[in-house]
């Protein structure tokens, strides 16, 4: 298993390089520069050039990646183009909000779903599947903004439970919930609609089997049955879907952080990809292309955990 | 349901309500802005809006604009007590107050800081705005409270650049030493209030500067909030966790935001001037009748009816009206059939396709959508090539779009806004490039000349004559002006009316007070 794990963090690296890479070169194919929103829009030419020179940006492209990488291997990662703060330090910042927030939206998700999932199954045809099968539906066409939209006007503007500032500054436990609460239950809802929606089939598929049949034959209870014999041979395909689905919540978070005042990595980005900040995007990048990676081993790693009969060579 | 259950639930309820909205204190001033975060509070390099928003409050300059009115005729002292001029115009000294205090521990406000400052701002190395200052020659301290300053020419207008505004806001010397590059995140000015705290994509911080020299203010605290989704920023505003708030560039947000209990909905200046830049150095915007044609085919009454009334106003001119050196100019009527007539005239009788590079960002392209229908009415074919902003602002300085919609507000001078956008030295991909997008040059010789002119009234008269030359060569279509959308609660309370701030966000000060 060790091994295994090696293995796969040495591709991780291989990926991570593509990654820089690939992004180094895209975002400056891009038309547009970081100097015009430093400068602002009455700069003349001749400051735009001073300032690209500054920042280097007039050196050749090959040069500036190489001096990139020179840096990245070092640790230094730059300062943002644009705040000339540091990039992992900004980064830092906003990144606990962020895992803060989609932890919180997979536990909901997966409380939500896989009750829900279980529940359309052993009620397959009837009212409580249909039900199920609609409001999941409902769920997966919802965009984030628009839900995210109505959960405040409901929440927060009509029955004043939830601040619309979620801007996660408490520090006091109930403080924290309060805050988070909205914008998790939020980014929840897709990932409870594909968690329904994959338990429902994945359970219909194991209650077919014969060892259930011969669980209900020897008279256990339904519950005992669904629970104790069906569940955790179910789950395989859920941690699929959990794990993939992780790495779009992160990416997905952008949306909900906007719509609830949240800081976040993904109002990082777009404030990066708007101002051209080459540096930050390049850090970013670095980030997310880590988290989807480790989150694809971790859930190789729970399969194992799940299913006694995987093995890690 | 059973009583008990019920007596559950109401105690949840309570336990949620308890746990709920933001009460903030009355000394706490929230102001929501749109946008995802702060670039830099150094007011010698802040460019964004955002950014000088929230620097408007924290420093001063040697004069100001009158509390709430941004025009430069408002002009009254600040740090500085009084001036003298000598007679050439070039020599400037300014009498400093003695009882200015820079905020926290870096001690009185001298001449020093002063020299200090308007060099740190006339410094490429320091400053966004030092081709401001190139006239500049000499700032010297005579005596502790004394701050003469040698000008190499006249210069349209000294004051002007010495309010807090860009490179006019005064720095103290020992915190711009000692806080170096940090400079930015750590503000320190001589203000009403006082930087206190940035967390990142949330907020600025500031605090009452209690030794402000025209006395403490009543406010606190001021919560600058980047609340960058209009919807939830309406929200925001609606549940009480905000009190001050810049709204949409949309009629229907004023109205409806005004209709909300307790509220004041105001447009303030300076408003911003829309409009079309014609590329005259290509065909076929190179004849004449093409641009009358076009401007003819607009109709600047209909764009504000689409715009809005309250937001919006026709254009007068080239620049902005309220700039010092405005001069209402007859645009040309609004007569499709004229502009078809003008268009077989120059030979183009099934009429013409014109590429316009055009962003995407929904009030600009709205406007546009509207003016392409207009237009289209007259045979004139705008092609949009649709990009993001960032690529239409390289797009149009690398003279890519035939015709350029921009919208701009400037310091409130003739001289600025002619010479980035009119001026033949400002014509994109030229060294000297600013955004002059038509390659304009008819006003080239009245522009020089009235920015070395010491008559203010012959200066005045040479802005006239540069802008009526512009509007007959029709570089420009003038379409109309659009002011900034504030709202507030009625909780706070301004001591003097408000027409605006150059840094486009209304004056708080040590007047202004939050009403339980």
Known sequence: MLGFVLRRLGFAVVTLFAVLTLVFFVIRVLPGDPTVVILGDQASAQSIALLRERIGLDRPIWLQYVQFLGGALRGDWGTSLVSGRPVIGEILNVLPHTLELTAFALVLGVAMGLPAGIWAAVNRNRIPDYVTRIVSLLGLSAPAFVSGIVLLLVFAIVLRWFPVISSGQSTDLWGKLRDLTLPALNLALIMAAYVTRVTRSSMLEVLSQDYVRTAMAKGASGTAVVLRHALRNCLIPVVTVVGLYLGILIGNSVLTEIVFNRPGLGKLIVGALNQRDYTMLQGMMVIYTLIVVLVNLATDLVYGLVDPRVQYK | ?516
């Open chain 2, 1 to 516: 349901m059973t009583i008990r259950k019920l007596k559950l639930y109401s105690a949840a309820a309570a336990l949620l309500a308890g746990l709920g909205v933001h009460a903030a204190t009355a000394q706490t001033l929230n102001v929501a802005v749109p946008g995802n975060d702060m670039a830099t509070l150094d007011p010698h390099r802040a460019s964004a809006t955002l950014d000088k928003n929230v620097i408007n409050w924290m420093f001063n300059g040697l004069v100001r604009t009158a509390p709430g009115q941004f025009s430069l005729d408002t002009i009254e002292p600040d740090l500085a007590e009084s001036w003298t001029i000598s007679e050439d115009g070039l020599t400037w000294t300014f009498a400093l107050r003695q009882d200015v205090s820079c905020q926290g521990d870096y001690g009185p406000l001298t001449a020093k800081d002063v020299v200090y400052s308007l060099k740190r701002a006339a410094s490429p190395e320091t400053s966004s705005y030092a081709g401001d200052y190139a006239a500049f020659e000499e700032i010297t301290a005579l005596d502790d409270h004394t701050v003469e300053i040698k000008l190499a020419n006249a210069i349209p207008t000294v004051l002007g650049l010495l309010v807090p505004f860009n490179g006019g806001s005064i720095i103290c010397e020992a915190a711009g030493e000692a806080l170096g590059e940090n400079f930015g995140r750590n503000p320190v000015g001589t203000g009403p209030f006082a930087f206190a705290e940035y967390q990142s994509q949330q907020y600025v911080r500031l605090i009452a500067n209690e030794k402000y020299f025209r006395g403490a203010p009543q406010i606190k605290e001021i919560l600058f909030r980047y609340l960058g989704s209009d919807s939830s920023r309406d929200l925001a505003f609606q549940s009480g966790e905000v009190d001050l708030v810049n709204g949409r560039f949309e009629e229907s947000w004023l109205n409806r935001t005004a209709q909300l209990p307790d509220t004041t909905v105001q447009v303030l200046g300076p408003y911003e001037l829309h409009q079309l830049h014609l590329n005259m150095s290509q065909p076929p915007l190179d004849d004449i009748r093409v641009r009358q044609a076009i401007a003819h085919a607009v109709d600047r009454a209909g764009l504000v009816a689409f715009r809005g009334e309250m937001l919006t106003r026709e254009a007068t001119s080239v620049i902005p009206s309220g700039y010092l050196g405005h001069e209402p100019q007859d645009l040309p009527e609004y007569d499709p059939e004229k502009a078809r007539a003008l268009l077989a005239e120059a030979g183009y009788p099934d009429g013409i396709d014109l590429k316009t590079v055009q962003t995407t960002l929904p009030a600009m392209l709205t406007t546009m959508e509207v003016v392409q229908a207009q237009l289209a009415e007259a045979g004139i074919r705008l092609n949009f090539e649709l990009v993001d902003h960032p690529t239409f602002h390289a797009q149009i300085r690398e003279d890519l779009s035939q015709v350029v919609y921009y919208g701009a507000a400037r310091l409130p001078v003739a001289d600025i806004f002619l010479t980035q956008f009119f001026d033949s030295r400002s014509i994109v991909q030229t060294p000297t490039a600013v955004t002059n997008f038509s390659h304009c040059d008819v006003g080239d010789a009245d522009i020089t000349a009235a920015r070395t002119e010491l008559d203010p009234e012959k200066q005045k008269a040479l802005w006239a004559d540069a802008q009526r030359k512009i509007v007959e060569a029709l570089c420009a279509v003038p379409l109309y002006e659009m002011g900034q959308p504030y709202a507030w609660n009625n909780k706070v309370q301004f001591a003097y009316p408000l027409a605006g701030s150059l840094n486009l966000s209304p004056m708080i000060d040590e007047t202004t007070r939050l009403a339980n």
